[in-house]
């Protein structure tokens, strides 16, 4: 059983992620539906428990077609006094599942440690910063709904929650709740199959803040979409605060439904963008405090430039580099940092290649990888086009006739003529810098 989830959580997973966090894991026993599992150190332990608890249980709970409790130890070799009781104790999944914060039996699923404090506000993300303090300071007066979109591990799902965490500390009372909206999903699934429909309206509509993050995954499931569209009303009508997250405009999410996606443009929509490297270097401090890693100023600098706009990769490296320094006892250097990522900077720059680049812009904008190849003049067709010979001049170290020549056998002309418009574009339309800047995002994460 056990061996079978690490296949799956592979195929999951990339070989640096999955050779990192999931290989060092050691199972010590499967006890009916308990799973103690055993990891060598605080470093992967932490992030095991932040990151990957959830998909193991998942994975081996549907392997085993047993809703598993997962309890992760840290291995007695490594550990250190206090640091026994750290066992990750999940809820068995019932069909309706609600996990409670603090005192108040009203908070659900807020992650208590994503503040505003926490957050690193730069140019990039400075307009939906402020627009999350707003709400969070009167919530339902401002902004409603709050829309936050961006690119894969910018820093949404820590502004969502940094909202519910301002807004409980103002309001002890409210009835707050985070979903993903996949989480949604499945409770409502559950709740049909259970026949359990008046309890989920009930919860959802009695709610002062909703939260749902990742909302692009409802698009096209229609029952969930349903349901939410009725949820959002009741709680709009009543003057609730909504905040939704996802990783596309609310036009480019393919498969949403129209009565919600101009639902979704009622209140205010602010993007995030990549980060600059000052902001960057900001955000790895404040990650490096946090988890008790002395990072000196010159790993700090490398390491913001030379990974990825992804912060969520960033931290990763971060606490990577952490866990070298912790097993060796040796303090972080410039030359350890660059030793420990050396493989996995190498191997990102000549992962991406134009094939890949065509997946995730025509994934992004919902349409055919041969429509992006076609020559068709549609509106609807020609930006995405010129949007991914852009991202593969950007990305790649192919000329304008190999590019050409992966669009179809196109004139080299064609691409530069392309890239022009695109560049041209971007400066005055944000739309389009923002969806440039988080298809980039994906495919350099
Ligand atoms: P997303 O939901 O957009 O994919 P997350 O909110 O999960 O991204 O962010 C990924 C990680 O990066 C989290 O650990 C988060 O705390 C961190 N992060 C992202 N942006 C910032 C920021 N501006 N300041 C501090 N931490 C950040
Ligand atoms: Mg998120």
Known sequence: LWQETLEQLEKHLTPQHYNTWIKPIRLVSIDKDLVRLEVPNRFIYSWIRDNYADLIQETISTIGAVSYQLQIDIAPLQQKKGETELPVQQQPAEPVRAKTVGKNPGVYNLNKKYTFDEFVSGSSNQFAYAAARAVATNPATTYNPLFIYGGVGLGKTHLINAIGNAILQNNPEMRICYYTSEKFMNELINSLRYAKMDEFRNKFRSMDVLLIDDVQFIAGKERTQ?????????????????????????????????????????????????????TKQAILKIKAEQNGIDLPENVTFFLANSISSNVRELEGYLIRIGAYASLTATPITLAMAKEVLKNILVEKRREISIEEIQKTVAAHYGIKVSDLKSSKRLKALVLPRQVAMYISRQLTPCSYPEIGDKFGGKDHSTIIHAIKKIEAKMAEDMQLSASVGSIRAALES
Do not use: C, M
């Not at 009565?259 to 979704?264: A, E, I, N, P």
């Open 226 to 278: 349903e349901e939410f569209f009725h949820t959002f009303n009741s709680l709009y009508e009543s003057h609730k605060q909504i905040v939704v997250t996802s990783d596309k405009f609310p036009k480019e999410i393919p498969g949403l439904e129209e009565r919600l996606r101009s639902r979704f443009e009622w209140g205010l929509i602010a993007d995030i963008q990549a980060p600059d490297v000052e």
